[in-house]
């Protein structure tokens, strides 16, 4: 299973766009690269999924260079409603069941 | 709407009870899991199940046990509970095995063991 790594926290303030990083140094061949968001007394939720290059959704983008090795997920012009715990995850298409969600990435939106 | 409930949001027991957390989902979906969420470690896998009566175990099941006789239901078994089980309780599901594929999360059940 790759592992993530990702920045503990972040601060930012409302409007501006928020890029979070997260390294995967050991992605395999056929692992896909997820993102959840979690607020606060709630379960996470699913908000981008993506291979190679960008993806972009109503909610987020997701950007992988060639060598899949980090990416990054692009929020842009953040509320203070976008603040939540942010988790990178890696895993493959072809079977084994086990994602390893990480302690996060705490983005805190300030008015 | 998938939707992922538990039974309890909050819950209090004592040192040494059993505990019995239930997880239900209306997706018909194979996998559930269930996972435990402690400040600064994220969150860590205790046990899924990939079918009725089948389970695996996580990376932390010891203290634990599951059950899951009907495929919608998953519940997670605390046999005597110890205050390092203080923690949130996070139940999911998804539509199959698939690491890549999106798991539904309920809201949490908090649980404080004194």
């Known amino acids: 299973l790759a592992k993530t790594t990702q920045p503990i926290s972040m601060d930012s303030y409302e409007g501006q766009e928020v890029n979070i990083t997260c390294s995967h140094n050991n992605i395999a061949t056929n692992d896909y690269i997820t993102w959840y968001q979690q607020f606060p007394s709630q379960g996470p939720r699913f908000i981008i999924q993506?291979?190679?290059t960008k993806v972009t959704n109503e909610v987020a983008s997701l950007f992988i260079p060639a060598d899949r090795k980090s990416s990054t997920l692009s929020l842009p012009r953040v509320s203070l409603s976008d603040t939540a715990v942010y988790y990178c995850l890696v895993g493959g298409a072809n079977g084994g069941f086990k994602t390893i969600f990480g302690a996060g990435t705490r983005l805190f939106v300030k008015a | 709407d998938v939707k992922v409930t538990q039974s309890s949001r909050y819950l209090v027991k004592r040192t040494g009870e059993k505990v019995f957390l239930e997880c239900v989902q209306d997706?018909?979906?194979?996998?559930m899991f269930w996972y435990r969420q402690d400040p600064g470690l994220g969150l860590r896998l205790i046990y899924f199940s990939y079918d009725v009566k089948m389970k695996e175990k996580g990376d932390i099941p010891e203290g634990y046990s599951v059950s899951r006789e009907k495929k919608e239901r998953f519940s997670l078994i605390l046999e005597s509970a110890s205050t390092n089980q203080t923690s949130m309780y996070l139940c999911?599901?998804?539509?199959?095995?698939?690491?890549?594929?999106?798991?539904?999360f309920g809201p949490g059940t908090r649980l404080t063991v004194t």
């Open positions: 999911a599901s998804s539509p199959s095995g698939r690491a890549v594929d999106e798991q539904y």
């Open positions: 993506g291979y190679k």
């Open positions: 997706m018909d979906h194979e996998n």
